[in-house]
């Protein structure tokens, strides 16, 4: 089963705008993560951002994370075309085992038109 | 290698057939999971190796799924007696750190159609 649940399912924009996606999950989390994937490829790591923390900026991208709501965005400022590709959040959470397992959300697939 | 590699990309399997699936992590690191991705869908949890000891088996889907790293690098995960409904894309992933709690660096990817 999947925890988190990512806003829009689709979104397509022009280049250069901002794109924001959003994530909701369920349980209390060590850590949340953001992947991007191009079709047929495999998951590239964005960033990650702690429980304790409240906003990380990388680059272009720019996450919060309000852990009272369980939800978490991640923005693209000046989108560029390369920016197509499905992003996924990913949620760290101890479920009483030896792994913390890193639990993904449903994706939202981006279009940057060039 | 540089990153993680996976072989074969690509398996065509008929039904009831076995297949095997090969990770090759990046040197070093000390876990090691497995993923399964359906089309549209995110990746779903397999199995995680701390080393060679596999600490966590609870999404595989079935008995026919088995996972190994027997030296603690090189993990192979066998599908027994395929059936369409294991047509997916499974992912391997490595981690330096152990139980997870870091970056996972993913493979390519292994596409497995079951006709």
């Known amino acids: 089963s999947q925890q988190g649940e990512e806003d829009p399912q689709a979104l397509s924009i022009q280049e250069g705008e901002n794109a924001t996606m959003n994530c909701s999950y369920k349980?209390?989390?060590?850590?949340l993560q953001w992947y991007r994937q191009n079709s047929g490829r495999g998951l590239v790591h964005l960033i990650l951002?702690?429980?304790?923390?409240r906003e990380k900026h990388s680059g272009r991208l720019r996450v919060t994370l309000d852990t009272s709501k369980k939800s978490s965005s991640l923005l693209i400022t000046a989108s560029r075309a390369a920016d197509t590709a499905s992003y996924f959040c990913?949620?760290?959470?101890?479920?009483?085992?030896?792994?913390?397992?890193?639990?993904f959300g449903t994706g939202t697939l981006l279009a940057v038109q060039p | 290698g540089a990153g993680v590699s996976q072989s074969p990309r690509y398996k065509v399997a008929k039904r009831g057939q076995d297949v095997a699936l090969r990770c090759d992590p990046i040197?070093?690191?000390?876990?090691l999971f497995w993923y399964q991705q359906a089309l549209g869908q995110g990746p779903e949890f397999l199995t995680y190796?701390?080393?060679?000891?596999?600490?966590?088996k609870s999404g595989l889907p079935s008995d026919r799924f088995f996972a190994e790293r027997p030296e603690g690098s090189v993990s192979t995960l066998k599908i027994q007696r395929t059936q369409q409904e294991d047509s997916a894309v499974y992912l391997c992933?490595?981690?330096?750190?152990?139980?997870?709690?870091?970056?996972?660096?993913f493979g390519e990817g292994s596409r497995l159609t079951v006709l």
């Open positions: 990913a949620t760290l959470s101890n479920y009483g085992g030896a792994t913390n397992k890193l639990i």
């Open positions: 349980t209390s989390i060590n850590n």
């Open positions: 190796f701390q080393n060679e000891a596999q600490l966590d």
């Open positions: 040197s070093g690191h000390v876990s």
């Open positions: 992933a490595s981690s330096l750190e152990a139980g997870g709690t870091g970056e996972l660096f």
């Open positions: 951002i702690r429980s304790n923390e």
